[in-house]
T-cell receptor
Framework: GQQLNQSPQSMFIQEGEDVSMNCTSS?????WLWYKQDPGEGPVLLIA?????ELTSNGRLTAQFGITRKDSFLNISASIPSDVGIYFC?????????????FGKGTKLSVKP | NAGVTQTPKFQVLKTGQSMTLQCAQD?????MYWYRQDPGMGLRLIYY???????DKGEVPNGYNVSRLNKREFSLRLESAAPSQTSVYFC???????????FGSGTRLTVV
C-alpha cells in the first residue's frame, strides 16, 4: 500500500529558529494535509493543500504541495515554545473509500526557550 | 463545542478481558474512524464507517470489532485484549468528501 516517509523524525531547536520538515510518497496524492498533535491530545488540522504547486500559509506556518504530487513540506518560522508537539503529514486521494487518509509517522518538535 | 468525545480517557485491562471504547461526535458528520497510535508508527487506521450503517476494515483490523450505532456514535470493541493492543486509540470524524478529520482526545489503553 501507499506509504509516506516523513523527516526528520525529531528536531531539537532553539526558540526563534525556523523549522522545516517534509513528507515524500512513492505514489501521488490529490490532497496533502498537515496536523499537529499536542501532548495528550488528538491531532488538529493545520493546513490543507489541494493543488500541485500550491503554497499556503497559516500564521507562522507555510506548507507547499509538491509539483510532482509526491511530496509536501511544512515550514515554521520564528519558533516559540508552544510549537512543541508532533507534526504529521497526511495524504489522500479522491474517490474510492473514505478510509484512505494515509499518515506519516510524525516529526517530534522540541523547542528550547 | 464538544466535537468528538471519547470515553474512557484511560483504561487498564488484563489479558483476555473485553471492553468497548466509545466515540460520539456532534458535528453531524457522515464518516467516522478509529486509529491507533504507537511510538514511531504514526497513526494507523483500524476501522472506518463511511456512513451510518456501513463499516470497513482499515490497515490493522485484527482483534477489533466496530459498531456504527447511529450517525453520532461509533464504538470499538476488543473481545479478548492482548498486550499488543496497548496503545493510544483515537476516534475521528469527517464530512463525506471533506478532507479535514476532527479527532477526539484519545483513549490510553494498557493491557497487562
Amino acid at each position: 500500500g501507499q506509504q509516506l516517509n516523513q523527516s526528520p523524525q525529531s528536531m531539537f531547536i532553539q526558540e526563534g529558529e525556523d523549522v522545516s520538515m517534509n513528507c515524500t510518497s512513492s505514489s501521488i496524492f490529490n490532497t496533502w494535509l498537515w496536523y499537529k498533535q499536542d501532548p495528550g491530545e488528538g491531532p488538529v488540522l493545520l493546513i490543507a493543500l489541494y493543488k500541485a504547486g500550491e503554497l499556503t500559509s497559516n500564521g507562522r506556518l507555510t506548507a507547499q504541495f509538491g509539483i510532482t504530487r509526491k511530496d509536501s513540506f511544512l515550514n515554521i518560522s520564528a519558533s516559540i515554545p508552544s510549537d512543541v508537539g508532533i507534526y504529521f503529514c497526511a495524504g489522500m486521494n479522491y474517490g474510492g473509500s473514505q478510509g484512505n487518509l494515509i499518515f506519516g509517522k510524525g516529526t517530534k518538535l522540541s523547542v528550547k526557550p | 463545542n464538544a466535537g468528538v468525545t471519547q470515553t474512557p480517557k484511560f483504561q487498564v485491562l488484563k489479558t483476555g478481558q473485553s471492553m468497548t471504547l466509545q466515540c460520539a461526535q456532534d458535528m453531524n458528520h457522515n464518516s467516522m474512524y478509529w486509529y491507533r497510535q504507537d511510538p514511531g508508527m504514526g497513526l494507523r487506521l483500524i476501522y472506518y464507517s463511511a456512513s451510518e450503517g456501513t463499516t470497513d476494515k482499515g490497515e490493522v483490523p485484527n482483534g477489533y470489532n466496530v459498531s456504527r450505532l447511529n450517525k453520532r456514535e461509533f464504538s470499538l470493541r476488543l473481545e479478548s485484549a492482548a498486550p499488543s493492543q496497548t496503545s493510544v486509540y483515537f476516534c475521528a470524524s469527517s464530512e463525506r468528501g471533506a478532507h479535514g478529520y476532527t479527532f477526539g482526545s484519545g483513549t490510553r489503553l494498557t493491557v497487562v
